[in-house]
């Protein structure tokens, strides 16, 4: 269970992504699933064999392998993983290039190494482009087409992975390489963005189910965009009648609590686990759940002979604060008693900082943790929205 503790001390920075898709009469293509959420302007469809993480709110999926070991089979994560979001995002650039030009300055800040890939023209007499072209559909009469732009770019992420011995999982820096395509929405409204990544040696595996160049078939080639949607939204369907109206849900129904966001966050989807993004890209939270073997285990006793050790042992500086917060969360604060606690860590030469509540709830310990840099003052920014995530997280 090392994982599940180590997963919410990392901050995510991950790129932008939204919330839509709609429902429609549009059959889905043989070999293919439909993983867009309700109520928006366009479907997304991938592989049969990829997994959906549509239910957390993100028109999306992913994929895994499996690890056969002398151990049994495992999940194996680490090994690969791809993940394609859909959104249609707002924006005031006046054409492609300009809003591309907007993404890559967002991408350079929040990733090291960030680099993009020049594509080759396949004729010698044109010009080495930073993008190539193609197209998707729009659901009307003549099924037209929208012209689209391809863009390619590595970046440098550390993500949890395990260690060589499957025993417990520990910081590593990744390459990791993605695939772009951004096509402007014809009312100017903003721009439709989906993306493709993978670790850089596992890029080509699955690269041509998501675009090649006769893309039907493909994510890319079959994505729709429709001249129509739904009246009927996911936030609506998953809604909880207890919860603020500017908060959105960012955990499934197979979960046993209700974990919402402000509206202005963007709801994660990288992971099994729940967690958000702030409007920056510089902070999130995350919920993880740890299942004690003691089942008498206090908040304190967890902190002090679980949390402390392995936090001391992960960070190359790690410093706790004296504060330490009683109280409880939920609804009207009316369910569970809780404990914050607040460090500060650097791993990797950034400083982050961390506030980690944390609740016994049917045997099982909840971590409910923010993290944000340290350096920009995104700790403090955030502080409130953070607080209002506890005080509408419930237990069904």
Partial sequence: MRALRFFAVLLLLAMLCGTMIACSDQKTPTGMQD?????????????????SNSRSGVSGAYYTTRDHSEKGEELANHAKYWTITAQKVADDAADLDAYWAKLAAYYAESYEEFTVI????????????????????????????????VYEFTAKVT???????????????????????????????????????????????????FIHDLPEGTVVGEFLILTEKSTVTEQELFKDPDAADNMIPASTNEMPYRFFVPSTWRVGNTTEYPC?????????????????????????????????????AVFDSFTVSEQVVEGTIGVEKATKNAKTYTFEGVI???????????????????????????????????????????DSFVFR
């Avoid at 520990?170 to 990791?176: D, I, K, Q, W």
């Avoid at 008498?296 to 679980?306: E, H, R």
Wanted: aromatic share 14%.
């Fill in 35 to 51: 993983v867009s959420v309700a109520g928006q302007d366009y479907m997304l469809f991938v592989p049969l064999t990829w997994v």
């Fill in 118 to 149: 020049p594509y080759k023209a396949a004729t010698e007499d044109k010009a080495e482009q930073v993008y190539r072209q193609t197209s998707l559909h729009v659901d009307d009469a003549e099924r037209s087409l929208c012209a689209a732009q």
């Fill in 159 to 209: 993500e949890f992975a395990p260690t060589a011995e499957q025993t417990e999982q520990a910081p590593m820096t990744f390459v990791r390489k993605y695939c772009q395509v951004i096509c402007r929405a014809k009312d100017g409204s903003g721009y439709y963005v989906l993306t493709y990544s993978a670790r850089e040696e596992d890029y080509a595996t699955f690269i041509g189910s």
């Fill in 276 to 312: 958000a993004f702030a409007p920056s890209g510089s902070a999130n939270v995350t919920v993880t759940m740890y299942t004690p073997s003691n089942v008498a285990l206090s908040v304190d006793q967890y902190w002090q002979g679980y949390c402390l050790p392995e936090y001391e």
């Fill in 348 to 390: 990797g030469g950034k400083t982050y900082q961390y506030k980690q509540t944390v609740i016994v709830h049917s045997s099982l310990i909840y971590c409910i943790t923010y993290t944000a840099l340290a350096t920009d003052g995104s700790f403090a920014q955030y502080e409130a929205d953070y607080q209002a995530m506890l």
